[in-house]
């Protein structure tokens, strides 16, 4: 076994590390108080990268492991989880996608452009009466013969506003369940695709969050991705990796929140020494380090595992659900370690803790993480 980082993955997590310093930081509490996306932020990831590492260089990307992304996901998620979730799901379920499954000629159109963030992407599998339970899709892609008529609400849809391309699940043949159901792109701006209005959230303020209705919209037969009734599949593959990126979302925002405890845990005296050398404030840096640090193995196992062409189907979901359920518990405890300080912007941490919560909830559930450990462990 070895668990040295090569000089390269380094080299990426630093870079990762510089720019979330000097560009993500300055301004962070107000793009999350206004609720403003990071427009100029994203421009600058893009050129750096950031917006398709995975992807192979013929399409722009940069072709890295997905170590270094869980490396420069950590990075950027201790400071802007924002930011970081419009990076998760243009690498990981929008170009992934595209690049795994998608036809020569959608690459070359829309890959490119997503991979070095000249255009973004969203993912749209969710509705208002489709969430964890995502067979039933009520959003309707009727066979027209060269096109699609598509019909329906996606709900939640990040980079909702903000995005050029979107990937949307519907449901072609009701009769076939699962399987009637398909993967299209769809451009924005195309007739009848409507952006509804932005979600006002409690975390991830900085990212858009939109509802999106589509009328009668035509979509080309040569936007389907895949064969007919390939879109739950091509879903739930392309969820598997993205979780990886969450769950190293997860685990940045925790990371991030912790390495603010700590320094003024050294600083913040009380009773006449440092709050640090407070038994009871020892122990909650104790806990918060090792169950990081568990976490952080259980996202590089996944993304290791994915680097290696082996199942990551359990292990994305291991480490999702066990980095989210942490990132909610140390974010808590980064703030009782701040005491009232910790409970006003300032200080990060109450940020922090309102963006671990989605990390909770979105790209399945804990409950849903659960489902697929538990379907993995009990199959045999
Ligand atoms: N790879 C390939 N196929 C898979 C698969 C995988 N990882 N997981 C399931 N499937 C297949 C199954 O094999 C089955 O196919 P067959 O009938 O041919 O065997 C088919 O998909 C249906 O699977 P299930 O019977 O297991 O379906 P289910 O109704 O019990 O649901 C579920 C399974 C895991 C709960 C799934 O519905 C799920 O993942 N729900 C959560 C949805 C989710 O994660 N949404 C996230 C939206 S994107 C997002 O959130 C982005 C963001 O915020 C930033
Ligand atoms: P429900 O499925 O209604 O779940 C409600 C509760 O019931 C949860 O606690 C759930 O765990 C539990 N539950 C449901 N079924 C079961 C079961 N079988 N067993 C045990 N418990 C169960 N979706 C996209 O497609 N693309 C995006 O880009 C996207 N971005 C998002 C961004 C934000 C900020 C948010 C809030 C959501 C986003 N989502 C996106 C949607 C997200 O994936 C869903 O909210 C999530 O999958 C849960 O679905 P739901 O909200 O309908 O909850």
Not at 295 to 312: E, I, Q, S, V
Request: net charge negative; aromatic share 8%; with cysteine.
């Amino acid at each position: 076994m070895d668990f040295s980082l090569s000089e390269e993955q380094l080299m990426i997590r630093d870079a990762a590390r510089d720019f979330a310093q000097n560009e993500l930081l300055p301004g962070v509490i107000e793009r999350d108080e206004q609720q403003k996306f990071p427009h100029e932020q994203i421009k600058k990831m893009g050129e750096l990268g950031f917006l398709g590492m995975m992807v192979d260089p013929k399409y722009g990307g940069g072709g890295m492991d997905a170590v270094s992304y869980v490396l420069a996901m950590e990075e950027i998620s201790k400071i802007d989880a924002s930011a970081s979730v419009v990076m998760s799901v243009n690498n990981s379920l929008v170009c992934w996608g595209l690049e795994t499954f998608g036809s020569e000629e959608q690459k070359q159109k829309y890959l490119t452009k997503l991979a070095t963030g000249e255009i973004i992407g969203a993912f749209c599998l969710s509705e208002p009466e489709a969430g964890s339970d995502a067979t039933s899709q009520r959003t309707t892609a009727i066979d027209k013969g060269d096109h699609y008529l598509l019909n329906g609400t996606k709900n939640w849809i990040t980079n909702g506003g903000n995005a050029s391309v979107y990937l949307v699940i519907a449901q072609t043949d009701p009769e076939k369940g699962h399987k009637g159901i398909n993967a299209l792109i769809v451009e924005k701006g195309t007739e009848g695709f409507i952006v509804g209005t932005k979600e006002n959230k409690l975390g991830i303020r900085g990212s858009d969050t939109h509802s999106l209705m589509f009328t009668d919209v035509k979509v080309p037969k040569e936007n389907r991705i895949g064969e007919d009734g390939f879109g739950f599949k091509f879903a739930m593959k392309t969820l598997s990796g993205g979780r990886i990126g969450i769950a190293a979302q997860a685990l940045g925002i925790a990371s991030g929140a912790y390495e603010l405890a700590l320094k003024y845990s050294k600083e913040r005296k009380a009773f006449g020494k440092e709050i640090s050398k407070h038994q009871a404030i020892a122990f909650k840096l104790a806990d918060m380090a090792t169950e990081i640090e568990a976490a952080r193995f259980l996202c590089l196992k996944a993304a290791w595992d994915k680097d290696n062409d082996l199942n990551y189907d359990q292990s994305s979901a291991m480490a999702k659900l066990y980095a989210a359920e942490m990132a909610m518990r140390q974010t808590v405890e980064a703030i009782q370690i701040h005491g009232g300080y910790g409970f006003v912007k300032e200080y990060h941490v109450e940020r922090l803790m309102r963006d671990a919560k989605i990390t909770q909830i979105y790209e399945g559930t804990s409950e849903i993480q659960k489902i697929v450990i538990s379907r993995n462990i009990l199959k045999d």
